[in-house]
């Protein structure tokens, strides 16, 4: 009888550790590829932003037509270089974890609810065949509902015009505020102005723009049944094209406004 319940308890010890061994193992191998499948999955949203992607060719490929550089969002400075980070491999968002590479935002500044923004970010650059900007891809983030909304907003060459917008992570709920998914409502953003007489205006208003109205290039269709999403989305615009964020580089880029 002893036998047996000992033998029954090996017999379960040797299944939890086969099963946690093999878990752990499959854990531990799939986590490069986890983290490459991520990154790809960020750059397919830059490229897609950007209006460049071409499902044939390989994420990695298209991706080097554009030019990655570093942004001192203290100085609005652009930089080649920063520290020893290789620029490919820099993550801003852990950067917001380390306090020597991070601030705390203010609350009262804080309308994004980002919490901590870092010192340095990362930005795209798209150029023309003559080597001009053509658009710069830039990296937004703020609260939603539910969660914090990650994504990419695309603006040309004027600097003010937007030309294209992608969440690559939220947890809005589906068919409420993940309609920041939907195609038709990012395609409505192409064509919108950002700043009117230097200041951030472009905001997602509750209910349709209103074409002949002489402001609607400055809005954005709200999300039936997410005012808090779409309130949210206008924030994180307020908060990254503010002097915290975006305001210094594209002035100093000579935004028509
Ligand atoms: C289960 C559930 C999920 C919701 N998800 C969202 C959401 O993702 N985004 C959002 O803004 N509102 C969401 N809402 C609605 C908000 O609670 C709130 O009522 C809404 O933002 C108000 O928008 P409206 O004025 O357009 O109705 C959700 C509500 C429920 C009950």
């Known amino acids: ?7 029954t308890i090996g017999v379960a010890f040797t299944v939890c550790l086969v099963c946690s061994l093999v878990v752990s193992t499959s854990a531990v191998s799939l986590r490069d590829l986890q983290k490459e499948n991520k990154l790809n999955d960020r750059r397919l949203k830059v490229l897609q932003v950007a209006d460049i992607y071409d499902p044939n060719e390989s994420i990695a490929q298209q991706f080097t037509k554009l030019e990655s550089k570093f942004i001192d969002f203290n100085s609005g400075m652009l930089l080649s270089e920063y520290k020893n980070y290789n620029i490919d491999e820099y993550d801003q968002l852990s950067a917001t974890k380390n ?5 705390k935002v203010d609350a009262s500044d804080d309308i994004a609810i980002i919490k901590n923004r870092e010192n340095i970010g990362k930005i795209y650059i798209l150029r023309n065949e003559i080597g001009e900007i053509d658009k710069l891809i830039l990296p937004i983030r703020g609260y939603g509902l539910w969660g914090t909304l990650y994504g990419y907003i695309a603006i040309k060459d004027d ?6 917008i992608e969440f690559y992570e939220h947890k809005e709920t589906p068919g409420l505020g993940a309609e920041v998914d939907n195609p ?13 007489d230097n200041e951030v205006v472009l905001s997602v208003i509750k209910g349709k723009v209103d074409e002949s109205d002489l402001q609607s290039s400055y809005k954005v269709d709200g999300l039936s049944g997410a005012t808090i999403t779409s309130r949210g989305v206008t924030n994180m615009v307020s908060y990254w094209f ?15 406004s």
């Open 184 to 196: 038709k409502w990012k395609a409505s953003w192409k064509g919108k102005k950002i700043y009117k």
């Open 159 to 164: 600097f003010n015009t937007v030309s294209g």
């Open 1 to 7: 009888m002893n036998e047996s319940i000992l033998k």
């Open 242 to 256: 503010g002097e915290s964020g975006y305001s210094q580089l594209l002035r100093e880029l000579n935004y028509e």
């Open 99 to 103: 306090p020597q590479l991070s601030i």
